[in-house]
């Protein structure tokens, strides 16, 4: 698939995942299934579930190679996916190296002036699409990079990058805001410029999730079935037992959002497996 001659991530050549299975530039609007089709061979796909609206070019747009996303209600987060809840036609993946380049444009000098956002904001994120067609089923969530801002209308000062984060039957679930951990989500918070363009690198393997901001060493988080151990500098919860499988064995979508007065883009997504 690597035509473009992508060079391969040196943590990917490290644990030998040097096959480029899903990649996206933006180049145009053609990997985007604007009619909500629903057949096979988009990458990213218009159709939400949960009764939702889909997606439209009132949503997003394409411009010099970047994908903008300022979506019209936030869904908790599900913009464009890379699985059509409807047909389930798709891609999804278990274990792998994700690597993206991604900007938060609304960076203001003056603070005053800054919008609270609308309910959501950017987000590049996982979860198994099984989930929507079986409620009580337990499952795994990957926050790769959630920026909610804040809920009081002031100045955000960056964004929070989670490493993974497990819901176990909807019982639980972290705010993302605050960067505080709940029963073993490994929440690392990075503060960064809005405005600036940055690449987050995500290692997932049998037992771990690792990450790069930047080239950079962000947190690792480690984890077997009841056990996890968390970055000694982060806070955390008593994890639940038994749950850290689903880490191991659940295939999960690429899910991307953006929101209103809280947008995002994005130049570019891949994913590296065995």
């Known amino acids: 698939m690597n035509k473009k001659n992508i060079p391969i991530p040196e943590i990917a050549e490290k644990y030998g995942m040097r096959h480029l299975v899903f990649e996206d530039d933006f180049d145009s609007y053609d990997t985007i299934d604007l009619e909500g089709e629903g ?28 994908l903008y996303l300022e979506q019209h209600d936030s869904l908790y987060n599900y913009g464009l996916a890379t699985v059509n809840p409807r047909t389930r036609q798709g891609f999804t993946f278990n274990k792998g190296v994700l690597e993206f380049r991604f900007r938060i444009p609304h960076y203001y000098e003056d603070k005053t002036k800054y919008t609270e956002p609308d309910c959501g904001g950017p987000a590049i994120w996982s979860f198994p699409p099984d989930k929507i067609y079986d409620t009580a089923l337990e499952w795994v969530e ?7 801002g804040t809920h009081d ?12 984060h497990h819901t176990k039957r909807s019982t639980l679930h972290d705010s993302g805001v605050t960067g505080s951990n709940w029963a073993g989500h490994a929440k690392a918070p990075q503060i960064l410029s809005d405005g600036e363009w940055h690449t987050l690198t995500f290692l997932w393997d049998t037992g771990i999730v690792d990450s790069w901001l930047d080239g950079e ?49 994005i130049d570019w997504i891949r994913v590296w497996q065995r």
């Not at 988009?42 to 970047?66: C, G, H, M, Q």
């Not at 990957?142 to 909610?148: I, K, R, S």
């Not at 953006?258 to 883009?265: D, I, R, W, Y």
């Open 142 to 148: 990957m926050d790769w990079m959630e920026y909610w």
């Open 153 to 164: 209308g002031t100045w955000p000062g960056g964004h929070y990058t989670t490493t993974f």
């Open 39 to 66: 057949t096979y061979g988009y990458k990213w796909y218009t159709t939400r579930p949960f009764r939702a609206k889909p997606l439209t070019k009132d949503d997003f747009r394409i411009e010099n190679s970047v």
């Open 217 to 265: 060493h962000a947190v690792c988080q480690i984890f077997d079935n009841g056990r996890v151990e968390p970055p000694a500098k982060f806070k955390h919860g008593e994890p639940f037992e038994g749950v850290y499988e689903y880490m191991n064995e659940q295939f999960v979508a690429l899910i991307i959002s953006g929101a209103k007065n809280n947008p995002l883009e």
